[in-house]
T-cell receptor
Framework: EPEVTQTPSHQVTQMGQEVILRCVPISNHLYFYWYRQILGQKVEFLVSFYNNEISEKSEIFDDQFSVERPDGSNFTLKIRSTKLEDSAMYFC???????????FGSGTQLSVL | KQEVTQIPAALSVPEGENLVLNCSFTDSAIYNLQWFRQDPGKGLTSLLLIQSSQREQTSGRLNASLDKSSGRSTLYIAASQPGDSATYLCAVWGDKIIFGKGTRLHILP
């Protein structure tokens, strides 16, 4: 069964550094998302992306965050200057239609020191 | 603002029992509701998606129901097995997809 792929599975970075989290959504999907989950807390929506632009973003997704679909397969989340509170599991997700079943990747655990 | 609550937060049951996990939401104007399973340190595995026009969905030993008017969904697991041990999350689709905090399920062998 096709799946959403995320790399790396773990990323450790120093506060203030830039990180790029990478995702390869399922190939025939059109809608892409980033979520995060701080340890012990709820999964939180960050941003949705469709037709090469952001369709919605949460208040968490401030100017330090950006997303890009640099080619036909990758979908990236960039955090420009990481803070301690950015430490979380980041999940990429995709679906074929906006109201269709959502498929998640296995996540990138980001640790900011 | 949509709020999603899952009760109980944790549940331990002996293997073989049938069990029900609950999800409630405050705003009934939803498109879908999706149940996920999350194993420790892992991603989310989709279990069942119920569209707002549907009352229930079934997959194997799992049955999910939706009552929009009362703001409730249940996930029924029949004949539980130790491999069912995980955290079960419900996600409600409105303007955004809002997750509950999950129910940690432990099936005792």
């Amino acid at each position: 069964e096709p799946e959403v792929t995320q790399t790396p599975s773990h990323q450790v970075t120093q506060m203030g550094q830039e990180v790029i989290l990478r995702c390869v959504p399922i190939s025939n999907h059109l809608y892409f998302y980033w979520y995060r989950q701080i340890l012990g807390q709820k999964v939180e929506f960050l941003v949705s992306f469709y037709n090469n632009e952001i369709s919605e973003k949460s208040e968490i997704f401030d100017d330090q965050f950006s997303v890009e679909r640099p080619d036909g397969s990758n979908f990236t989340l960039k955090i420009r200057s990481t803070k301690l509170e950015d430490s979380a599991m980041y999940f990429c997700a995709s679906n074929r239609g906006e109201k269709e079943k959502l498929f998640f990747g296995s996540g990138t655990q980001l640790s900011v020191l | 603002k949509q709020e999603v609550t899952q009760i109980p937060a944790a549940l331990s049951v002996p293997e073989g029992e049938n069990l029900v996990l609950n999800c409630s939401f405050t705003d009934s104007a939803i498109y879908n509701l999706q149940w996920f399973r999350q194993d420790p340190g892992k991603g989310l595995t989709s279990l069942l998606l119920i569209q707002s026009s549907q009352r229930e969905q079934t997959s194997g030993r799992l049955n999910a129901s939706l009552d929009k008017s009362s703001g409730r969904s249940t996930l029924y697991i029949a004949a539980s097995q130790p491999g069912d041990s995980a955290t079960y999350l419900c996600a409600v689709w409105g303007d955004k997809i809002i997750f509950g905090k999950g129910t940690r399920l432990h099936i005792l062998p």
